[in-house]
């Protein structure tokens, strides 16, 4: 989207700034859009992933709105 045209949902966390600088425009402006994110892993593969796991869930809680 910044190397030309395009639109796309993005967290405001990532494009904030691309905002304010006027690099990006809201097409609706304050128009807020909740989608539900899951985090998939193989349980067979479970234990090795129990760390980056639990990583995700830590920085999606802090980061995150929950619906």
């Given at each position: 989207m910044?190397?030309g045209?395009?639109?796309g949902?993005?967290?405001?966390?990532?494009?904030?700034?691309?905002?304010?600088?006027?690099?990006?425009?809201?097409l609706?402006?304050g128009?807020?859009?909740?989608?539900a994110?899951?985090?998939?892993?193989?349980?067979?593969e479970?234990?090795?992933?129990?760390?980056?796991?639990?990583?995700?869930?830590?920085?999606?809680?802090?980061?995150?709105?929950?619906p």
């Amino acid at each position: 989207m910044l190397a030309g045209l395009g639109w796309g949902m993005q967290p405001l966390a990532l494009i904030g700034a691309h905002l304010g600088d006027g690099r990006l425009v809201e097409l609706k402006p304050g128009h807020r859009l909740t989608v539900a994110l899951h985090w998939q892993y193989a349980r067979l593969e479970a234990r090795l992933l129990a760390g980056l796991t639990e990583a995700v869930r830590r920085a999606a809680a802090a980061a995150l709105v929950v619906p």
